[in-house]
């Protein structure tokens, strides 16, 4: 990992989670009461997957493969994590010891896998690390049965448009909309890239390779999922992430 002024910076996302530091850091957040990927991403994703039981699944960045327990428990065929952290790969190990699941230690970019496996590929908070997006989306396509679905979520484009300072916002400024690449955020204590991309980016590059678009959603939060009232009226102010639903032709 390249360090600029101490602080680590990578070139893949999932680079990040093999700092110990920065794990620990993220799993904290992640577990936290009325964390935004429990009261504003899962929810969505849910409602766009529907019933699973019965289906071969692919999960892109799957993290510690979590979610692919409660997937399982609800009767999927079959679930395969791709995670190219180790150390999150080693949780995600952890996490499906004694499952039908498996997880396999590969980045989006270098993952590979036989063509037409899968009714459903998710992927939740990735996508936005990776710089070729089409590429991705060429492997997924070819992963897919014929009739099979792409579900995932991104960090809404309004978010990564600008520099994200670390800590409660308060306010938020899109700047630099229609220029699409890296951008740096402080982010647990670490300098993360993340690309920026428009809305208009991802609905095309979705059809450009060969997905019908089905479902476009939006992270509207839902009073009965937060316990506090600041925090849901704070999450009403921006969204804070994307979501698409598509199926391969």
């Known amino acids: 990992m390249d360090r600029t002024g101490g602080i680590p910076i990578s070139e893949r996302g999932h680079d ?37 039981e019965g289906l071969r699944i692919l999960d892109l960045g799957c993290g510690d493969a979590r979610f692919g327990t409660e997937l399982l428990e609800r009767n999927c065929a079959s679930y395969a994590g791709v995670e190219g952290s180790a150390a999150m790969s080693e949780l995600a190990r952890r996490t499906l010891a004694g499952t039908a699941g498996d997880v396999i230690h590969s980045s989006m970019e270098d993952w590979s ?21 089409e590429a991705v989306l060429e492997r997924i396509v070819q992963s897919l049965k014929p009739g ?10 309004v ?3 600008t520099l994200q300072p670390s800590g409660t916002r308060t306010d938020w400024t899109v700047d630099r909309y229609f220029d699409e690449g890296f951008r740096e955020q402080q982010w647990l204590g670490t300098t993360v890239r993340k690309f920026h991309r428009t809305v208009e980016h991802y609905f095309s590059a979705l059809q450009a ?25 704070r999450r009403r ?6 979501f698409f639903s598509a199926s391969r032709r």
């Open 159 to 161: 978010i990564t448009s």
């Open 237 to 242: 102010r921006i969204p804070l992430f994307l």
């Open 16 to 52: 990040y989670y093999d700092d110990e530091h920065f794990l620990q850091a993220y799993m904290s957040r992640r577990n936290s009461v009325d964390n935004a990927n429990d009261t504003l991403e899962k929810p969505v994703m849910l409602e766009l997957i529907g019933d699973p």
């Open 209 to 233: 390779a060969g997905l019908a678009v089905g479902s476009l959603r939006e992270s509207n939060p839902v009073r009965e999922r937060f316990h506090s009232a600041d925090t849901y009226e």
């Open 148 to 157: 099979g679905r792409l579900v995932f979520s991104v960090e809404h484009p």
């Open 113 to 133: 896998d036989p063509q037409a496996s899968y009714d459903l590929v998710l992927s939740r908070l990735a996508l936005h690390y990776v710089d070729d997006l």
